[in-house]
């Protein structure tokens, strides 16, 4: 049987390292170029979905992801009923929701990867592709440098918001929590000095996030008369929303932010991100060109349903009045348990089901699992007489008697 013996990944991010890991738990060798000499320390993602959680714990990660997160939730209250979006609500089954920031789950990520023999170069940009390379992967971001030079188009829609978040020293007094007002949203907390603002008037003037564009901005959002005495690291981002046509041009693929990017509303993109991961490296280790094109027949419609329900969140939040009772409409609705099971197995992911020629109810889906009294596994009760689990975790037979 023909297997994969080398692959590049472009982007040490999570989505490039835990692909890295997956390929050389595989016998893949594997070797990783990321541009950023050292880890940025801007504010990233800071949560894992229970989906994530264990996805990861097969790999057995559970306990380092739980000792490396900085606190764990099933309900994120303030957040959930105050914002009018789908972010926050809590998990129906396994794993609760983990607060985890990127930088910590990337440091746990490349450690993982040097363990397994990894190469990884820092202080790397990539220009040319060589086509005749076994396998190249894009993890590099929305601004993907690999896509661009593999030619795969990324259409969508451009942005019509700015938000930024920051973590800052603040003179005067703004509500925790979400806060619509007349002119946009904002919010403060949960952790000290943490803010965030969005304004609905299309995308920034400028990149530059400097302490008088945050002040700015809070203080048209909030309307307090706030000020910014330091700013310890602040980033700006935008609802442009966008998805490659394809995730694989010959032996160039992508992965996360390269091939899908969208509003963090809801902290979908980095969970979309590793599952990508996770369903790509031991399809890409086995060398199958028509396994390895289940990819994107897979992923590409994940991202897709992602990025619709992103953008309904951001006409959820709008500042104007249809959106404010559109808004009130859906804060009723999801009252509702069966909303709320429906809008929280779409965002965690826990509803998607695959492609197969099983016509068993759960092939396609991820193996359910129950934790066992001692802790050391899970146990699975089907009404057939064997099952096979991918790679992955998720079922793609079943044999009935």
């Excluded at 994969?4 to 594997?30: D, F, I, N």
């Excluded at 606190?71 to 009018?84: D, H, K, N, P, V």
């Excluded at 089954?93 to 985890?100: A, E, R, T």
């Excluded at 904002?186 to 002040?215: C, F, H, N, Q, W």
Aim: aromatic share 6%; with cysteine.
């Amino acid at each position: 049987m023909k297997t994969s013996s080398e692959a590049t990944v472009v982007g040490a991010g999570p989505v490039g390292l835990l692909l890295a890991c997956e390929l050389a738990l595989h016998g893949v060798r594997t070797t990783v170029l990321e541009r950023l000499t050292t880890q940025a320390d801007t504010i990233k993602a800071h949560m894992i979905s229970g989906r994530t959680y264990d996805m990861l714990a097969m790999r057995g990660l559970g306990p380092a992801v739980t000792a490396a997160s900085e606190a764990e939730t099933s309900r994120l209250s303030w957040y959930r009923r105050s914002t009018g979006h789908f972010a926050g609500l809590f998990k129906l089954d396994g794993q609760d929701l983990v607060m985890l920031s990127q930088q910590a789950l990337e440091r746990l990520l490349e450690s993982r990867a040097r363990e397994l023999g990894v190469t990884i170069h820092r202080g790397v940009d990539v220009t040319t592709l060589d086509l005749d390379s076994e396998w190249i992967v894009g993890c590099d971001g929305g601004r993907s440098t690999v896509r661009k030079l593999a030619g795969i188009d990324f259409p969508g829609t451009g942005p019509s918001l700015t938000g930024y978040q920051a973590i800052v020293d603040l003179e005067g007094d703004l509500d925790r929590g979400w806060n619509h007002t007349p002119t946009g949203v904002y919010a403060s907390g949960p952790l000290k000095g943490r803010i965030m603002m969005i304004e609905y008037d299309g995308p920034p003037a400028t990149r530059e996030v400097t302490g008088e564009v945050l002040e700015a901005s809070l203080r048209r959002v909030s309307g307090r008369d706030v000020r910014i005495t330091a700013v310890h690291t602040a980033t700006v981002w935008t609802d442009n929303t966008r998805q490659a046509t394809t995730y694989r041009r010959g032996n160039v693929l992508l992965a996360g932010d390269a091939a899908h990017v969208h509003s963090p509303f809801g902290g979908q993109g980095l969970n979309l991100g590793l599952q990508d991961a996770l369903n790509l490296g031991w399809k890409l280790a086995t060398g199958d060109s028509a396994l390895i094109d289940t990819y994107t027949a897979e992923r590409h419609p994940v991202a897709e349903r992602v990025l619709r329900n992103t953008m309904a969140q951001v006409a959820l939040t709008r500042p104007d009045p249809q959106a404010r009772e559109l808004y009130a409409l859906f804060s009723d609705l999801l009252d509702l348990p069966e909303v709320k099971r429906r809008v929280s197995a779409m965002v965690q992911g826990t509803d998607i089901r695959y492609d197969t020629d099983c016509d068993h109810p759960l092939a396609g889906t991820f193996v359910p699992g129950l934790d066992l009294a001692d802790g050391k596994g899970t146990t699975i009760a089907l009404d057939g007489k064997s099952a096979t689990i991918r790679p992955d975790g998720y079922i793609s037979r079943i044999d009935t008697p």
